[in-house]
């Protein structure tokens, strides 16, 4: 036990004394040399400044009451259609382009399509069913569906389909425009459905 206390005593001697040199060492060197300072070889380049103040002519915003219409959609080209299924409830009359001495412009898509501003979708809660429920709305001018048929029904289930059908009803959309005037049109809306319990 005698040497290993002899040996902590040393060890704390021996670091006592070199940390007492080193300090005094150091603080004798900051005392016997002197302070340098740095002399900069070239003048100080003043820099002369201008500021410039130009008035700013005040720009005037145009007001419109509506928005503008939104641009021509690009990537399809309308084609008339040889065999056209319409349902019962939509005479001819109503397509755009018609009229007592003109042939329907059957196929012809809207210039601006309607666009789906609140989408409501089937509350499925305790429901179980899985697929797709596709539907053939007649959006109106006022942006509701008017009329609605099924196109393909794979949930098999009818609760689906009244919660779809109820869904397309409560749904509004920018009405289709053709030169600027609000148009019915036919659009399709899928939904989807997959809940299982």
């Known amino acids: 036990m005698s040497k290993y206390k002899s040996k ?3 060890y704390k001697r021996t670091f006592k004394i070199a940390l007492i040199t ?4 150091l603080t004798l060197s900051f005392y016997l040399f002197p302070k340098f300072t740095i002399v900069p070889n070239h ?13 700013i002519p005040q720009t005037n915003q145009k007001k419109t ?9 690009y ?12 349902p019962d409830e939509i005479s001819l009359s109503k397509l755009p382009g018609t009229g007592l001495n003109q042939e329907p412009a059957i196929g ?25 429920i596709r539907l053939l709305l007649l959006v109106n001018k006022n942006g509701m569906a008017q ?15 009244t919660l779809a059908i109820e869904a397309a009803r ?8 053709m030169d600027e005037i609000a148009v019915d049109t036919w659009v399709t809306k899928t939904y989807k459905f997959n809940v299982k319990q």
């Open 108 to 132: 012809i898509a809207p210039e601006i399509p309607p666009k789906p501003i609140l989408e409501v979708y089937p509350t499925v809660s305790g429901l179980s069913c899985s697929g797709y």
């Open 22 to 25: 080193s300090l005094f060492s």
């Open 147 to 161: 009329s609605i048929e099924i196109i393909e029904n794979t949930t098999r289930s009818d609760t689906c389909l």
């Open 8 to 10: 902590d005593e040393v």
């Open 75 to 86: 990537g399809f080209i309308p084609v008339p259609s040889e065999d056209a299924e319409f």
């Open 65 to 73: 009451a509506t928005a503008p219409p939104p641009a021509k959609p």
């Open 170 to 177: 409560k749904s509004r959309w920018i009405p289709a425009k």
């Open 43 to 55: 003048e100080d380049k003043k820099i002369d400044i201008k500021i410039y103040v130009s008035d």
